[in-house]
Protein backbone atom coordinates (compact mmCIF):
# COMPACT_ATOMS: atom_id res chain seq x y z
CA UNK A 1 0.00 0.00 0.00
CA UNK A 2 1.50 3.11 -1.02
CA UNK A 3 0.32 5.98 0.97
CA UNK A 4 1.97 8.67 -1.06
CA UNK A 5 2.21 8.42 -4.89
CA UNK A 6 4.87 10.44 -6.50
CA UNK A 7 5.00 12.01 -10.19
CA UNK A 8 7.03 12.11 -13.04
CA UNK A 9 9.77 9.99 -12.56
CA UNK A 10 11.89 11.96 -14.10
CA UNK A 11 11.61 15.45 -15.51
CA UNK A 12 14.28 17.34 -17.86
CA UNK A 13 13.61 20.77 -18.05
CA UNK A 14 15.27 23.69 -19.61
CA UNK A 15 17.42 26.21 -17.98
CA UNK A 16 15.00 29.00 -17.16
CA UNK A 17 11.71 26.68 -16.97
CA UNK A 18 9.33 26.11 -14.39
CA UNK A 19 9.48 22.31 -12.48
CA UNK A 20 6.64 21.00 -11.14
CA UNK A 21 6.60 17.24 -9.26
CA UNK A 22 3.12 16.30 -7.77
CA UNK A 23 2.10 14.08 -5.06
CA UNK A 24 -0.81 12.43 -3.67
CA UNK A 25 -1.31 11.15 -0.82
CA UNK A 26 -4.42 8.82 0.90
CA UNK A 27 -4.44 9.54 4.77
CA UNK A 28 -5.92 12.18 6.13
CA UNK A 29 -4.19 11.91 9.64
CA UNK A 30 -1.07 13.27 7.41
CA UNK A 31 -0.49 17.21 8.92
CA UNK A 32 2.86 17.85 7.75
CA UNK A 33 4.10 17.81 4.14
CA UNK A 34 8.03 18.32 3.15
CA UNK A 35 10.12 17.92 -0.06
CA UNK A 36 13.60 16.88 0.41
CA UNK A 37 16.20 17.26 -2.54
CA UNK A 38 19.20 14.95 -3.09
CA UNK A 39 22.10 15.32 -4.52
CA UNK A 40 23.94 11.74 -5.81
CA UNK A 41 25.86 10.36 -3.02
CA UNK A 42 24.48 12.59 -0.41
CA UNK A 43 21.79 12.66 2.39
CA UNK A 44 18.56 14.39 1.42
CA UNK A 45 17.76 17.60 2.38
CA UNK A 46 14.70 19.46 3.50
CA UNK A 47 14.26 21.86 0.84
CA UNK A 48 10.17 23.37 1.95
CA UNK A 49 7.33 22.07 3.95
CA UNK A 50 4.16 23.20 4.43
CA UNK A 51 1.21 22.29 6.78
CA UNK A 52 -2.57 21.93 5.65
CA UNK A 53 -3.86 24.71 7.21
CA UNK A 54 -2.22 27.08 4.01
CA UNK A 55 -2.30 26.52 0.62
CA UNK A 56 0.66 27.87 -0.88
CA UNK A 57 4.17 28.68 0.52
CA UNK A 58 6.91 30.19 -1.19
CA UNK A 59 10.79 30.59 -0.18
CA UNK A 60 12.63 32.22 -3.12
CA UNK A 61 12.52 29.96 -6.45
CA UNK A 62 10.73 27.22 -4.65
CA UNK A 63 7.28 27.23 -4.01
CA UNK A 64 4.55 24.04 -2.79
CA UNK A 65 1.15 24.10 -3.35
CA UNK A 66 -1.54 22.34 -1.38
CA UNK A 67 -4.85 20.84 -2.01
CA UNK A 68 -6.27 20.00 0.91
CA UNK A 69 -10.28 18.23 -0.30
CA UNK A 70 -7.53 16.61 -3.34
CA UNK A 71 -5.21 15.47 -1.02
CA UNK A 72 -2.68 16.66 -3.04
CA UNK A 73 0.49 18.79 -3.67
CA UNK A 74 3.27 19.60 -5.59
CA UNK A 75 6.70 21.34 -5.84
CA UNK A 76 7.27 24.61 -8.74
CA UNK A 77 10.51 25.22 -9.24
CA UNK A 78 10.92 28.81 -10.71
CA UNK A 79 13.68 29.77 -13.14
CA UNK A 80 14.92 26.24 -13.29
CA UNK A 81 19.03 26.05 -13.08
CA UNK A 82 21.37 23.18 -14.19
CA UNK A 83 22.25 23.18 -9.91
CA UNK A 84 18.80 22.22 -9.58
CA UNK A 85 19.49 18.63 -11.09
CA UNK A 86 18.90 16.34 -8.19
CA UNK A 87 16.57 13.72 -6.90
CA UNK A 88 13.15 15.24 -4.93
CA UNK A 89 11.03 14.00 -2.77
CA UNK A 90 8.04 14.28 -1.03
CA UNK A 91 6.80 13.29 1.99
CA UNK A 92 3.62 13.04 4.47
CA UNK A 93 4.08 13.07 8.20
CA UNK A 94 1.79 11.84 10.85
CA UNK A 95 3.00 14.01 13.82
CA UNK A 96 1.34 12.60 16.56
CA UNK A 97 2.99 9.36 15.62
CA UNK A 98 6.44 10.93 14.27
CA UNK A 99 7.27 9.43 11.18
CA UNK A 100 7.19 10.55 7.72
CA UNK A 101 6.32 8.29 4.76
CA UNK A 102 7.87 9.27 1.47
CA UNK A 103 7.17 9.15 -2.06
CA UNK A 104 9.82 7.25 -5.48
CA UNK A 105 11.08 10.41 -6.01
CA UNK A 106 11.58 12.73 -9.02
CA UNK A 107 14.38 12.61 -10.79
CA UNK A 108 14.63 16.42 -12.29
CA UNK A 109 17.57 17.21 -14.93
CA UNK A 110 18.19 20.83 -15.69
CA UNK A 111 19.79 21.34 -19.57
CA UNK A 112 21.85 24.56 -19.69
CA UNK B 1 27.76 21.59 14.61
CA UNK B 2 28.59 17.72 13.25
CA UNK B 3 24.34 17.10 12.84
CA UNK B 4 23.71 13.74 11.75
CA UNK B 5 26.29 11.20 12.10
CA UNK B 6 26.68 8.35 10.47
CA UNK B 7 29.61 5.04 10.44
CA UNK B 8 30.47 3.24 8.86
CA UNK B 9 30.55 4.53 5.16
CA UNK B 10 30.83 1.74 3.28
CA UNK B 11 30.47 -1.69 4.41
CA UNK B 12 30.27 -5.24 2.80
CA UNK B 13 29.23 -7.94 4.38
CA UNK B 14 29.42 -11.87 3.98
CA UNK B 15 25.70 -13.55 3.88
CA UNK B 16 24.69 -14.20 7.58
CA UNK B 17 27.27 -12.14 8.82
CA UNK B 18 25.95 -9.31 11.83
CA UNK B 19 26.61 -5.91 11.96
CA UNK B 20 25.78 -2.53 13.86
CA UNK B 21 25.43 0.78 11.88
CA UNK B 22 25.78 3.63 14.46
CA UNK B 23 24.37 7.02 13.98
CA UNK B 24 24.56 9.90 16.48
CA UNK B 25 23.00 13.34 16.34
CA UNK B 26 24.20 16.73 18.79
CA UNK B 27 21.21 18.24 18.07
CA UNK B 28 18.78 17.45 21.09
CA UNK B 29 16.41 15.72 18.64
CA UNK B 30 13.89 14.09 19.90
CA UNK B 31 12.77 11.85 17.23
CA UNK B 32 15.15 9.46 15.11
CA UNK B 33 14.77 7.00 12.53
CA UNK B 34 16.10 4.69 9.62
CA UNK B 35 15.26 4.36 6.27
CA UNK B 36 16.95 2.37 3.34
CA UNK B 37 16.87 3.83 -0.31
CA UNK B 38 17.03 1.36 -2.98
CA UNK B 39 16.47 2.25 -7.25
CA UNK B 40 13.26 3.33 -7.71
CA UNK B 41 12.05 2.52 -4.34
CA UNK B 42 12.53 6.19 -2.24
CA UNK B 43 12.93 5.74 1.29
CA UNK B 44 10.98 3.27 2.98
CA UNK B 45 11.09 3.30 7.16
CA UNK B 46 12.67 0.36 8.95
CA UNK B 47 12.41 1.43 12.61
CA UNK B 48 12.07 4.91 14.55
CA UNK B 49 11.96 6.19 18.03
CA UNK B 50 10.44 9.00 19.44
CA UNK B 51 12.42 9.19 22.36
CA UNK B 52 14.92 7.33 24.74
CA UNK B 53 13.74 4.63 25.45
CA UNK B 54 11.15 4.22 22.90
CA UNK B 55 11.29 2.47 19.76
CA UNK B 56 8.70 0.98 16.78
CA UNK B 57 9.05 -0.80 13.66
CA UNK B 58 8.17 0.94 10.24
CA UNK B 59 7.30 -0.37 7.01
CA UNK B 60 10.64 -2.63 6.59
CA UNK B 61 11.56 -3.89 9.89
CA UNK B 62 12.15 -6.93 9.43
CA UNK B 63 15.66 -8.34 9.97
CA UNK B 64 16.88 -5.24 11.82
CA UNK B 65 16.81 -4.13 15.37
CA UNK B 66 17.09 -0.93 17.05
CA UNK B 67 17.65 0.62 20.40
CA UNK B 68 17.64 3.75 21.72
CA UNK B 69 19.71 4.05 25.07
CA UNK B 70 20.24 7.68 24.86
CA UNK B 71 18.76 10.68 23.10
CA UNK B 72 22.07 11.12 20.77
CA UNK B 73 22.19 7.35 19.70
CA UNK B 74 20.24 5.38 17.53
CA UNK B 75 22.27 1.98 16.29
CA UNK B 76 20.25 -0.07 13.89
CA UNK B 77 21.18 -3.92 14.27
CA UNK B 78 21.41 -6.25 11.08
CA UNK B 79 20.80 -9.69 12.68
CA UNK B 80 22.16 -12.05 10.36
CA UNK B 81 22.85 -10.12 6.52
CA UNK B 82 20.89 -11.56 3.48
CA UNK B 83 21.92 -9.93 -0.58
CA UNK B 84 18.42 -8.09 -0.22
CA UNK B 85 19.61 -5.71 2.95
CA UNK B 86 21.70 -4.50 0.13
CA UNK B 87 21.21 -1.00 -0.36
CA UNK B 88 22.03 3.12 1.53
CA UNK B 89 20.74 3.23 4.76
CA UNK B 90 20.04 6.72 5.94
CA UNK B 91 19.44 7.70 9.79
CA UNK B 92 17.30 10.84 10.72
CA UNK B 93 16.04 13.34 13.05
CA UNK B 94 13.86 15.43 14.13
CA UNK B 95 12.30 17.88 16.07
CA UNK B 96 8.91 19.53 17.64
CA UNK B 97 8.65 23.21 18.53
CA UNK B 98 5.43 24.60 19.96
CA UNK B 99 3.97 21.23 19.28
CA UNK B 100 4.60 21.61 15.58
CA UNK B 101 7.11 19.28 13.53
CA UNK B 102 10.31 20.41 11.79
CA UNK B 103 11.46 18.52 8.74
CA UNK B 104 14.41 15.54 9.13
CA UNK B 105 18.13 16.29 9.40
CA UNK B 106 19.23 13.32 7.54
CA UNK B 107 23.04 11.44 7.91
CA UNK B 108 25.46 11.26 5.03
CA UNK B 109 24.59 7.63 4.73
CA UNK B 110 25.97 4.42 5.12
CA UNK B 111 26.45 2.05 1.69
CA UNK B 112 25.91 -1.91 2.67
CA UNK B 113 26.62 -4.75 0.15
CA UNK B 114 26.17 -8.33 0.78
CA UNK B 115 27.88 -10.46 -1.07
Known amino acids: QQQVKQSPQSLIVQKGGISIINCAYENTAFDYFPWYQQFPGKGPALLIAIRPDVSEKKEGRFTISFNKSAKQFSLHIMDSQPGDSATYFC???????????FGDGTTLTVKP | NAGVTQTPKFQVLKTGQSMTLQCAQDMNHEYMSWYRQDPGMGLRLIHYSVGAGITDQGEVPNGYNVSRSTTEDFPLRLLSAAPSQTSVYFC??????????????FGSGTRLTVV
Open chain 1, 91 to 101: AASNTNAGKST
Open chain 2, 92 to 105: ASSYYRDSLPYGYT
